[in-house]
């Protein structure tokens, strides 16, 4: 006679593939994931520090170009500031003659003995040899979905973990500097979208981008990426990038549909089902590059 089957609490459940098992051995000492789960996330979090070691190598290899630029510019005002004073030469009376040629004296001219000279201090902040370079005109802030963004000419900040309201505190710091941007760029809304309060993220969403528009010229929402984390999740989030396309036109908000672009393609989002891999990175800055008309 077959054995009985073992009852469903008596099996072990991994929360990080969704499976049961039935050996204790194959999971970790708490029991929350299996040792398969749980060796690929030591390695994914290896990788990712190996990655930001290898972008610090890479920054400290090459010279900026504000380094070359501030060198350059020492070298010009070097060279102009130099100059060459040549010994006096011996009188020579008229009518004598030095190298076969005969001198003549001329009338010395009144100006020539007020001439003076004199430095300008010279300030130009559109100059690329200054030492500060010129300010980014578009703004990108926003949660760790836009951790590995890069943009040329393009401020990027990330606040991980940040909810619409914590950006909206942000922005304010911001502006209390006086700051003005052409362009600012918010993704944000996933963390809010767990608390199940749809109705207070919407205020929250339009709350920010009425501060934003006061600071730029131009406001874009970059929407949510596909939540794959669970059913509800995914709803949700869906619920919300839909609300987006239709509410950003109607407020004259960019909007950019993320959701479209990530749909159906696999290696952009991680195995947490929240966070776009390196091609999912780079496809988000290739969206966002391509609304913003940049090169």
Not at 16 to 38: G, I, Q
Not at 162 to 178: F, H, K, M, P, T
Request: glycine share 6%; hydrophobic share 35%; proline share 7%.
């Amino acid at each position: 006679m077959a054995s009985p089957l073992p009852s469903p609490s008596s099996r072990l459940f991994c929360s990080v593939c969704c499976m049961y098992s039935e050996l204790p051995a194959s999971f970790t000492e708490d029991r929350s994931s299996c040792r398969k789960c749980s060796l690929v996330s030591g390695l994914e979090a290896r990788v990712s520090e190996l990655e930001a070691r290898l972008c610090t190598l890479e920054a400290k290899a090459k010279p900026s170009y504000t380094q070359v630029a501030a060198g350059t510019a020492g070298r010009a005002c070097s060279s102009r500031n130099v100059s060459v004073v040549s010994p006096p030469a011996s009188p020579v009376q008229p009518g004598e003659t030095r190298d076969g040629f005969v001198t003549v004296r001329g009338k010395r001219s009144a100006k020539r003995k007020n001439l003076v000279h004199q430095q300008l201090p010279v300030c130009n902040r559109f100059d690329p040899l200054s030492d500060t370079p010129a300010e980014p005109d578009t703004l990108v802030i926003g949660s760790s979905i836009v951790r590995d963004v890069k943009l040329p000419a393009v401020s990027v900040r990330c606040y991980p973990g940040a909810r619409v309201g914590d950006i909206e505190g942000n922005l304010r710091l911001l502006q209390q500097s006086r700051t003005r941007f052409r362009r600012i760029v918010i993704h944000a809304g996933g963390n809010d979208a767990r608390r199940r309060q749809s109705e207070v993220l919407k205020l929250n969403v339009a709350s920010v981008c009425k501060l934003a528009r006061s600071m730029a010229d131009t406001v874009v929402f970059s929407g949510p990426l596909p939540n794959l984390v669970n059913d509800e999740m995914y709803s949700r989030f869906s619920s919300f990038n839909r609300w987006l396309s239709r509410w950003c036109p109607e407020n004259d908000i960019v909007f950019i549909d993320n959701w479209r672009a990530f749909w159906g393609k696999p290696g952009l989002i991680r195995r947490d089902g929240v966070h776009p891999t390196w091609e999912g990175a780079c496809l988000l800055a290739h969206n966002l590059a391509a609304s913003l008309c940049l090169p």
